[in-house]
């Protein structure tokens, strides 16, 4: 008789969440074989800001920091009120009751040394058990050269000031912070400090300096440094999965179109991948946008082929409202090439407006962005955002530095609004009569129309530190004047998914478990959280339900 521990188990994906599982299988003492489409380890967890969100974890406890299960559950069930029923409340309590069992096991094998994030807060700090700081965790400072060859195939954040810690970052601004030449990968690769999709930075050989990784590409390089020490867990780049084998009804392996041509593998099958970023045909079924108004800074490998593969064998997919997905104001890349976004459109001096030259949400916090603008009753599509010289000369814009000329063609300016306008085909008198409007309660850090400047973690993570008296808020009106048409870019969260249990088994059209198929990574739908979000979350659980399943597959909770 075959025993299960005969066949490895197969984990589909390279990122935060498929590297723990691996690793989690390994330590159980089963073979794992991880299969990455990309050539390049970490997803779009790599690309992140590694923040993990988790209440009531041991972290917090080594500060003296109170919190317990019973305020974040308070705090969650806060965020997750909108479309109850696609809330699992059994999976939720499973995520928030297990998580920080999991983060402490992943510190325990040395996946990763945690640290609190300081003075960082709960997105909604008006709700019910919301924390001022202690349940946004990352890594300390993570040594590259730990690696080795591994390094030079791990993929680099081109979206955060890699090598920088958050407390060095959030004192200078995120803005500045990616912009200074001080920036360590910058600085050795040659690169700008955040530049275009796919960016791989290594040390040259001779350097021994040390190679500071943080953010998610420190996050993600924890992980990985763990799962290549590891005999029985095996790494293969450039091999996509695209089909699930099935057996009576169970999933016994996959099809990979790899290196050495199209083959079948046979084990259980772990869905690590993340969403549906780069498949234009489930972005408008499952977000409704056309491609002028979504892009992604996410890799270019997500393309849904876990939602495609689970409906092709009956599996189930859950869908969420739009207005609900992580997603940020953002734009075509200067250079031609993927989406750039930034805090721009959060720091003082810049407002966004309709079609109607009016603002309608808080447009410094993506949550109210895209919940107002895709709002099914009052829709704001397409929205544009406007600045001024104040802001071109404080902050720049995406690659152009502060004082910098912008990219023929991705800017519109103007000596004045009504000639903005009428370059972007917004109502000129609309966008006029907006800005003296906000113009003088801007001037004193006020936003009594839609309370910009309000979210403490806005004020905090997105702003600028250095500006008083609010770091969100500055009247535009120093000439010249510049607009553009904003578009949604998605970050590898794409909320809508394939349905899983509390326990990560993913389940058929009928709510039962496909035998031999799990899912752990953002492909798998939010049904845990609910319509509620903060940064952290999407990795807390993926962190998560890797402990839960790398447990089932094992046979025994891994310790």
């Known amino acids: 008789m075959t025993s299960t521990f005969d066949t490895p188990v197969i984990v589909v994906g390279a990122g935060l969440s498929g590297l723990a599982t691996a690793l989690g ?72 009751r297990t998580s920080p069992s999991a983060l402490k096991y ?65 004192t200078k601004g995120r803005r500045q912070s990616k912009l200074e030449e001080g920036n360590p990968i910058a600085q050795h690769a040659g690169m700008p400090a955040f530049g275009l999709p796919d ?19 420190g996050v993600v390089a924890g992980f990985l440094s763990c799962a290549v020490k590891e005999e029985l867990v095996k790494i293969q780049l450039s091999s ?48 409704g946008l056309e491609p002028q108004d979504y892009g992604s800074v996410a890799p270019p490998t997500l393309r849904g082929d876990a939602i495609s593969m689970v409906r092709k064998i009956g599996g189930g997919i859950v869908k969420f409202p739009p207005t609900v997905v992580p997603m940020l104001p953002g734009w075509r890349s200067e250079a031609g090439e993927g989406y750039g976004y930034g805090p721009e459109y959060a720091l003082p001096h810049s407002i966004i407006v309709d079609l109607d030259g009016k603002r309608y949400c808080d447009d410094s916090f993506w949550v109210d962005i895209v919940a107002k ?56 008198d609309g966008l006029v009569d907006t800005v003296a409007r906000f113009n003088p309660s801007a001037a004193v850090g006020d936003d009594p129309d839609w309370g910009r400047g309000t979210v403490s973690v806005v004020r905090r993570f997105a702003g600028d530190p250095s ?16 607009g553009m048409r904003l578009r949604f870019v998605g970050t ?17 059209e009928s709510c039962g478990p496909i ?23 999407a990795l807390g659980r993926g962190l998560t339900l890797a402990y839960l399943v790398s447990s089932e597959l094992v046979g025994a909770a891994i310790s």
């Open 106 to 170: 992943w510190e325990q094998i040395g996946a990763i040394r945690w640290e609190v994030i300081r003075d960082f807060s709960d997105y909604h700090d008006e709700v019910e058990g919301a924390l001022s700081e202690g349940r946004y965790l990352t890594n300390e400072i993570f040594d590259g050269r730990i690696l080795g060859e591994w390094r030079s195939l791990l993929r680099v954040s081109p979206y955060f000031p890699v090598g920088m810690t958050y407390s060095e970052m959030l």
């Open 373 to 428: 603008t895709l709002d099914p009753a009052d829709t704001h599509l397409p929205f544009f955002l406007i600045w001024d010289d104040q802001h071109r000369a404080k902050y720049g814009l995406g690659v152009t530095p502060p004082g910098g000329r912008y990219p023929d063609g991705l800017v519109h300016s103007a000596p004045d609004l009504a000639s903005l306008a009428d370059l972007l085909g917004v109502s000129a």
């Open 240 to 287: 996509r999965v695209t089909e699930l084998l099935l057996d009576g009804g169970e999933v016994v392996g996959v099809r990979v179109e790899g290196p050495q041509g199209i083959k079948e593998l046979r084990g259980a099958v772990v869905l690590a991948t993340s969403t549906f970023d780069w498949n234009e045909g489930l972005v408008r079924e499952m977000l």
């Open 492 to 508: 590898g969260i794409g909320t809508s998914g394939v349905h899983i249990d509390g326990d990560g088994r993913v389940l058929d």
């Open 25 to 96: 299988v390994a330590k159980g003492g089963r073979r794992v074989l991880v299969l990455e489409a990309s050539d390049l380890v970490g997803g779009a967890a790599a690309y992140s800001g590694g923040q993990v969100w988790c209440g009531a974890n041991h972290v917090e406890a080594r500060l003296d920091i109170d919190d317990d299960l019973e305020r974040t559950e308070a705090y969650v069930r806060g965020i997750a009120h909108g479309c109850p029923e696609l809330l699992d409340e059994a999976a939720m309590l499973r995520w928030l």
């Open 467 to 482: 500006h008083l008296p609010n770091p969100v808020l500055g009247p535009i009106e120093q000439v010249p004047f510049y």
């Open 199 to 217: 960016s791989r930075a290594s040390l040259p050989a001779s350097d021994n300096k040390r190679d500071p990784l943080t953010f998610g590409t």
């Open 515 to 537: 035998p031999g198929l799990y899912a752990v990574g953002s492909c798998a739908a939010h049904t845990n959280l609910g319509t509620g979000y903060n940064s952290g979350m």
